[in-house]
């Protein structure tokens, strides 16, 4: 299947630093890549949407001007959680569709934060 | 009622049994349906797609009830490799981009 990787994989950061993270489509082309954040024990809840060349769509409840996204090109979006709190420790994972018009999606490995 | 719903679980079945996870959904003009398994302290991977005549893939099989809005999973002689969390998920609006995740059932397969 298509190959959607996650930099890094684990990251510790004090209360307050902004961290990115960043999602890279491999072996293909993504107009369109997601954000999404798992608590433990919890569903995979969509963040935002990343469109190549335009504004990011956000879910309800997620403060835009916490979680940056930049989709600058067709193969890299990324996600900086700015002024980091210890609640914001999550596992991001970010996912890409293939085509478009098709709803498959396959995802990143994941990044672990946690905020000291 | 939430948007996915799924059997709390956990599962705890021994290898060679056939086990089956239901899911629920509330939106009806949801228009794709997926099953996705996650390993532990990983990302969800897809297992299958779900068709409205039902679909097999190998030992495992999705079923899709439009007019009771349910979803269903069949694994048949259970592997110990396919101990995971089963996630239901859902495009919850024909055309749209948003998956919407159940929050999973986990499987044990015991030797």
């Known amino acids: 299947g298509a190959v959607v990787s996650q930099h890094p994989s684990w990251v510790i950061c004090k209360s307050g630093t902004s961290v990115k993270i960043e999602c890279r489509s491999l072996?293909?082309?993504?107009?369109?890549m997601f954000w999404y954040r798992q608590f433990p024990k919890q569903s995979l809840m969509l963040m935002a949407t990343?469109?190549?060349?335009?504004?990011?769509?956000?879910e309800q409840g997620v403060e835009k001007d916490k979680f940056l996204i930049n989709h600058a090109s067709l193969t890299l979006s990324t996600l900086t959680v700015t002024s980091a709190h210890p609640e914001d420790s999550s596992f991001y994972i970010c996912?890409?569709?293939?085509?478009?018009?098709?709803?498959?999606?396959?995802f990143g490995p994941g990044t672990r934060l946690t905020v000291t | 009622r939430k948007e996915v719903e799924q059997d709390p679980g956990p599962f705890n079945v021994p290898e060679g049994a056939t086990v089956a996870f239901n899911c629920t959904y509330s939106?009806?003009?949801?228009?794709?349906f997926f099953w996705y398994r996650q390993d532990c302290r990983k990302e969800p991977k897809l297992l299958m797609s779900?068709?409205?005549s039902g679909n097999e893939d190998g030992r495992f099989t999705a079923q899709l009830n439009r007019a009771s809005q349910y979803i269903s999973l069949l694994i048949r002689d259970s592997k110990l490799s396919d101990s995971a969390t089963y996630l239901c998920?859902?495009?919850?609006?024909?055309?749209?981009?948003?998956?919407?995740f159940g929050k999973g059932t986990k499987l044990t397969v015991n030797p």
């Open positions: 996912s890409a569709r293939v085509l478009a018009g098709v709803d498959e999606q396959y």
């Open positions: 072996d293909f082309q993504a107009t369109t």
């Open positions: 990343s469109n190549e060349g335009s504004k990011a769509t956000y």
């Open positions: 939106n009806s003009a949801s228009q794709s």
């Open positions: 779900v068709y409205s």
């Open positions: 998920v859902v495009n919850v609006q024909g055309g749209s981009e948003k998956l919407v």
